[in-house]
């Protein structure tokens, strides 16, 4: 069972701060001077905050959500925090919403953990212009999504001049195949690497270029349980922005070695949340907003045509969590 006190939740803190190398004394450190792109890598490490842009009734961007979330996220020792396109859903923000969203999200981290910005698909002007905007208000690294059509020499010269224009980590995305990640980590602040792929090619990766690039799930535990003994520090976890304990307690599991713990909580919490996410006509997204609903933590409402939960959904999200002993966190 999950507590739901906020005792229980400021122990796990200390316990996890600890363990993950998080010190509070960094926060100081960090409001006064930028880190490198190498000490970017080596804070990339256990469960990532990636951030689901929330919306309000009326269709606007829930800024408050957004610091509800990262709240949830300090409170809990999590030290990375992440935009993303796909779940901060890009495809329906305008570009000066995603650089608002951008410096939000810095400024409610505060400096007690690392920020990754995101470009989208976007081509070499905009990622660039983008990049010097994040190093503008805080961010510690910006991951780029490369846009369809480029040839590599086309890719590579991309990286080159968003490395050029800003001493920001470079964080890769993608399902790239090594040829490309060869020619790529020539560049020494590309430091790091979300996958997207399947595991077979996430172990792959890790194996070859683990190394010299801190290579992050790009989600799910129990595919972050396949590459975690062969060097990968770290994945994303939705749990983080309404029910942070699972990922803690999973954490803290691994880094015991107790993998019997961690799988058992893959199997109560991950599989059947992930299950309960991916079905029904709404969607992934939208269940998982009706899940930050629930919680407190912000609306379930998706910019049209995108659907959002309705009434009738939201009392299954309510029966699951129930029936997964999932609480609501005293803020």
């Known amino acids: 069972m999950i507590g739901n006190n ?67 996220g300090l409170e809990n020792g999590i030290g990375v925090y992440e935009l993303t396109a796909g779940n901060s859903q890009y495809s329906v923000l305008s570009y000066d919403e995603i650089k608002k969203l951008t410096r939000v999200l810095v400024e409610a981290v505060g400096g007690q953990g690392i920020v990754i910005a995101a470009t989208g698909p976007w081509w070499t002007g905009q990622a660039v212009d983008y ?40 964080v890769l995305q993608g399902d790239l195949r090594s040829s490309r990640i060869e020619r790529f980590v020539e560049i020494p602040s590309i430091v790091s690497m979300k996958e997207d792929g399947t595991e ?62 961690a799988r058992a909580i893959v199997e109560q919490y991950e599989k059947p949340v992930f299950d309960f996410c991916s079905a029904g006509p709404r969607g992934f997204h939208a269940n998982w907003r009706g899940l930050l609903e ?26 699951l969590c129930e029936r997964l002993e999932l609480k609501s966190i005293k803020r």
């Not at 629930?294 to 029966?319: L, N």
Request: aromatic share 12%.
């Open 200 to 261: 077979e090619y996430y172990l792959e990766i890790v194996k070859k270029f683990g190394q010299r690039l801190a290579i992050f799930c790009g989600g799910q535990k129990r595919r972050y349980l396949v590459a975690q003994p062969y060097g990968s520090p770290a994945y994303f976890s939705f749990f983080i922005t309404f029910a942070p304990d699972v990922a803690v307690r999973f954490y803290q599991a691994v880094q015991k070695n107790d993998l019997a713990t």
């Open 131 to 170: 990049a010097r905007y994040a190093e503008s208000v805080g961010a510690d690294a910006v991951q780029v999504h490369l846009p369809p059509g480029g040839s590599d020499d086309g890719y590579v010269e991309q990286f080159r001049k968003i490395a050029a224009a800003t001493k920001l980590a470079i």
């Open 6 to 72: 906020r005792r229980h939740f400021l122990k796990t803190v200390g316990g996890f701060g600890l363990a993950s190398g998080v010190h509070p004394l960094w926060a100081l450190e960090h409001a006064h001077s930028r880190l490198s792109p190498q000490g970017v890598k080596g804070r990339i490490r256990g469960p990532i905050l990636t951030l689901p842009t929330p919306f309000t009734a009326s269709f606007k961007v829930d800024y408050q959500g957004v610091r509800n979330m990262v709240r949830l």
């Open 294 to 319: 629930h919680f407190g933590v912000a609306k379930r409402y998706m910019r049209p045509p995108q659907e959002s939960c309705t009434d009738e959904d939201m009392k299954h999200v309510a029966a």
